[in-house]
């Protein structure tokens, strides 16, 4: 077999096509029917972005990919596949015009062959040899399918996993399965299990080998014998007994190597390889978790596939790196949920020593017909047949949440059992060795061998201390109890003196801490955290902290997950902090650690480790003399800290001293700055610590305006925060007002990524909030849809001629447009540069949605405005360059919405601004550049309320910054001094 994996050379188109010929009409025909394409790399989602766009739904239906294959299968009458590692949500797939596979499902693996429909196309004159493929991928919204669109997270579409170009010889191997079961005298008996793939029926006599490598690659184990004719179904190829194996665990995921050789005389060879592990475990009934006859405590988190910036389309870099900071944040355990996912996940736990929960996304709505029943068999049956021989893998996820009614207008709960027995039974079917789960549906609580309840102990119903006492009430009432999800919402960056807990008013007690439907909503119900609560990392911090310490101390415990690792973008959430965000992960949506991540570390790591809380609250606040704490997360037998140059003294490190496990010194702070040092040893091996804060003892009022800043980054982007500050100036550091970022210019803002770094709609955390932008990052003067025509003329300005247009560039949506530029929605523009949307325009520049404009350059949304460069909303404005709303402005370049301004350049909402440049949401602005939020600002550059800084030359933006109550902000960056 030999195997490509085909990332470059593929184009996208998002939106429906009227039918393949379309994706290759241009090949023939190339006139204005034709829709853009766009380069892309795979893997690729078109929901990348737009998930987090915190103004409009994703986007839910097809999306188009398209390439060319130089196809050279080397084997005699070879089969050319596709392998498909995963396709958002239902994928058909095309050779030229002819479809040849389809698949419904958007997570599990499949193969489309191409062979006959290749070489057709080869032939094809106009692609000189190579082969056009395409592909249709479609997330449209669809009741019967799985998963649920109540789900909470994204159905991403696209080809989000890697697509394979595979060469496999006429009879090949299609599934390798290898079963390790360790018998009561200690040795390990392995069976090997192949299928073919043979689908031309061929007859030739097959020559089968099996190695058994150890870790060091080399063979230990072999077997070398004549198969005969090809076989069908599954077949034992051998069977091996390992006198003294080598176990697999999390402290050394010790892998075998099981290596099958398939040939024929006829048609060469094929190797398929598989990783495999010698474990055993159990779950004690009533009883803990075992592993390899010792009890091991499952230290778990989940895992969405989402990252910001691309979503679903993870790379094998970013998911190895995300695998290896589970690892190293000392998790033992992982459940992927809601859906199989990528195989370069299962190869890390393997690797890293990860024990896995996998499920299929029967999740939430209900149940469906016929069709929807098929697909959940479909997806177990594929799920266990592709992740078979991962030795992490100890539990088949039948479904979550299914007792959540929503997608039917009946919810029958004795159907919904019967067909979870049917799933169970199935799954032993293809698997006898591992064992069933569900999350959250107590109606089925008693089919499956393994189920978690709802305990969201501290978030979703009752207090972080009720964790223990309703976790062992729910153990009491289930034969094997492992408790899936718990924590807490919580905004990176978001500190607080004082944590909101909930212990006053929060109902306790009598269990009552399962989450319930509408739970995760910011109003109604009843009293609880995740509705009252402040949504800090100091909370979840201490949250975390409580679990942790009661974990250690409950010997009945199987284990426990918390929800979730990185924070992943949901539909369902559009009213967090960061709009359409879950936001209780311990790491941000760019791998950004929160302070979490170190908390969990000084519990599970054994690496020496220590780290002081607060490294990104660079403001702490309080009275004069007020005694504050600093809080050390440290697994060291004993920490010091030292502040300011002053020991405060050594503390041991104790897990049952919440919190902190004791390492927490309350003292008094210096009004300004402090410097904090800690020291810890472990084992004999010194860590240490350090940060610098300032201490604000000033007491702030009620926010009056936000305060900017903008910093230059190392990679050239720009760094631009908000403080809120009150009428004197000084910062409001609790306020949690909304604020939203815009701009206009030569740059564009690093949006919609779901961190708080690359959020333009985010809530203040500790008064702040900023967002990075490109400072020469805005689109060019031009259309930039290339590989289409339109009536108008060519898509871009870079491109190509066309028919019926004339000037260099013309896009119209009227008629009547000429001119070396012309954008018309009207009639009648003429002119070097003309973009109407009424009539009459005329002049070098004109831009009209009224009529008798002219002049040079002219913008106008009124009438009677004239000048070398008039924009108007009002009448009577003149001048070289005017923008007018209101009446009365005069000058070479005006933009006024109120009356009495002038300047060569002229921005102003209020009055009386002056100066070439003005800016202005107040009075009095004057200056080259003045960008103002109250009045009196004046200079080249002008930062409201900031500092004036300087970019690259030629390179100029304005940032505005809106919050509800508060006056709008603005910021130049790039202007020099004239």
Request: aromatic letters at 10%.
């Amino acid at each position: 077999m030999q195997k490509q994996r085909l990332i470059d050379h593929w184009e996208h188109y998002t939106g429906s096509l009227g039918g393949v010929w379309e994706v290759w009409r241009a090949d023939k025909l190339n006139n204005h029917y034709n829709v853009p394409w766009h380069a892309v790399k795979l893997p690729h989602s078109y929901n990348g972005l737009d998930v987090m766009d915190p103004d409009s739904k994703y986007y839910q239906g097809p999306g188009w990919y398209r390439t060319r294959l130089a196809i050279d299968n080397p084997y005699s009458e070879g089969r050319t596949l596709l392998l498909f590692e995963g396709a958002g949500q239902r994928s058909r797939v095309y050779v030229y015009t002819q479809e040849v596979g389809s698949h419904l499902g958007g997570y599990d693996e499949f193969t489309v062959d191409i062979t006959e429909a290749a070489a057709e196309a080869a032939g094809m004159e106009r692609y000189g040899g190579v082969v056009p493929v395409a592909v249709m991928c479609d997330n449209t919204r669809e009741l019967e399918t799985i998963p649920s669109d109540a789900s909470d997270f994204n159905l991403y579409g696209g080809l989000y996993r890697y697509v394979n170009l595979v060469y496999v010889p006429a009879v090949s191997l299609r599934h390798v399965h290898v079963e390790p079961v360790l018998q009561p005298d200690g040795k390990c008996l392995v069976r090997v299990r192949g299928t073919l793939y043979n689908p031309a029926g061929k007859t030739e006599r097959l020559r089968v080998e099996v190695r058994i490598r150890d870790a060091c690659g080399q063979v230990v184990l072999e077997r070398l014998a004549d198969a005969g004719q090809p076989w069908e179904g599954a077949s034992e190829l051998a069977r091996f007994e390992i006198e003294k194996p080598e176990m697999w665990s999390p402290d050394r995921p010790y892998l075998y190597r099981c290596e099958v050789t398939l040939s024929s005389e006829a048609y060469g060879k094929t190797v398929e390889s598989a990783a495999f592990g010698v474990r055993a475990f159990e779950f004690v009934r009533n009883g803990p978790f075992l592993l390899n006859g010792e009890r091991l405590l499952l230290l778990g988190t989940h895992r969405h596939e989402d990252h910001a910036g691309v979503g679903a389309a993870m790379t094998e870099e970013q998911i190895r790196e995300e695998m290896r900071l589970i690892k190293e944040m000392g998790a033992n355990f992982i459940r992927l949920g809601h859906y199989q996912q990528s195989r370069i996940v299962l190869d890390c736990c393997d690797e890293l020593g990860l024990l896995v929960w996998e499920e299929i996304p029967w999740c939430r709505g209900g149940l469906g017909g016929e069709a929807y029943r098929q697909m959940c068999r479909d997806m177990l049956t594929a799920m266990i047949e592709q992740h078979y021989n991962h030795p992490s893998i100890i539990l088949w996820g039948l479904g979550n949440e299914n007792d959540w009614e929503c997608d039917f207008d009946y919810f029958d709960q004795q159907d919904i059992r019967a067909f979870m027995k049917e799933l169970h039974e199935l799954s032993h079917a293809l698997d006898s060795n591992r064992l069933t789960a569900i999350r959250r549906c107590e109606f089925c609580k008693d089919i499956i061998d393994v189920y978690s309840p709802s305990i969201w102990a501290g978030w979703y119903r009752g207090i972080y201390t009720d964790y223990e006492a309703s976790s062992r009430q729910a153990f009491e009432n289930v034969q094997s109890f492992f408790h899936m999800e718990w924590g807490a919402d919580n905004l990176a960056r978001r500190h607080v003196e004082r944590p909101f807990t909930g212990f006053e008013f929060i109902p306790r007690g009598e269990g009552g801490t399962d989450e319930r439907d509408g739970d995760y909503l910011l109003t109604g119900g009843e009293p609880r955290v995740s509705r009252d609560g402040d949504w800090s990392e100091t909370y979840f911090c201490d949250m975390i902290d409580w679990y942790l310490k009661s974990q250690e101390k409950m010997d009945w415990l199987t284990g426990a997950a918390q929800w979730a690792f990185k924070d992943f973008a949901t539909p369902v959430r559009p009213d967090s902090p960061i709009p359409y965000l879950n936001m209780k992960g311990i790491v941000e949506r760019d791998f950004t650690k929160k302070e979490a991540y170190y908390v969990f570390q000084s519990y599970w790591t054994q690496e020496p480790m220590l780290r002081l809380y607060g490294h990104t609250m660079p403001v702490r606040w309080g009275e004069a003399g007020e005694k504050k704490r600093i809080k050390v997360y440290s697994n060291c037998e004993e920490v010091e800290l030292i502040l300011n140059g002053v020991s405060l003294g050594m503390k041991r490190r104790d897990s049952a001293d919440f919190p902190c496990a004791g390492l927490r010194w309350d003292t008094v702070l210096a009004a300004g700055e402090n410097h904090v040092r800690a020291i810890g040893v472990r084992n004999g091996v010194t860590v240490e610590d350090s940060l610098t804060f300032v201490y604000q003892t000033e007491a702030w009022g009620a926010p009056a305006k936000l305060r900017l800043q903008a910093e230059r980054q190392a990679d050239g982007m720009v760094y631009v925060e908000a403080l809120a500050v009150d009428p004197a100036g000084v910062p409001c550091l609790d306020a949690v007002h909304f604020v939203r970022f815009g701009i206009s210019g030569d740059g564009r803002l690093v949006d919609n990524l779901g961190t708080v770094r690359g959020s333009r709609l985010i809530q203040l955390a500790c008064g702040r909030a900023g967002i990075v932008f490109d400072p020469t990052g805005a689109l060019p003067a031009a259309i930039t849809e290339t590989g289409f025509f339109s009536a108008g003329g060519p898509s871009s300005a870079t491109g190509g001629g066309a028919a019926g247009a004339a000037g260099l560039v013309g896009l119209a949506e009227g008629a009547g447009a000429a001119g070396p530029v012309g954008l018309a929605e009207g009639a009648g523009a003429a002119g070097p540069v003309g973009l109407a949307e009424g009539a009459g325009a005329a002049g070098p520049v004109g831009l009209a949605e009224g009529a008798g404009a002219a002049g040079a350059v002219r913008l106008a949304e009124g009438a009677g405005a004239a000048g070398p460069v008039g924009l108007a909303g009002g009448a009577g404005a003149a001048g070289p360059v005017r923008i007018a709303e209101g009446a009365g402005a005069a000058g070479p370049v005006r933009l006024v919405e109120g009356a009495g301004a002038a300047g060569p350049v002229g921005l102003a909402e209020g009055a009386g601004a002056a100066g070439p440049v003005g800016l202005a949401e107040g009075a009095g602005a004057a200056g080259p550049v003045g960008l103002a939020d109250g009045a009196g600002a004046a200079g080249c550059a002008g930062l409201s309320e900031a500092t004036g800084t300087g970019g690259r030359s030629g390179a100029v933006s304005v940032i505005s910054v809106k919050c509800e109550g508060l006056p709008t902000a603005f910021l130049t960056w790039g202007l020099h001094k004239q």
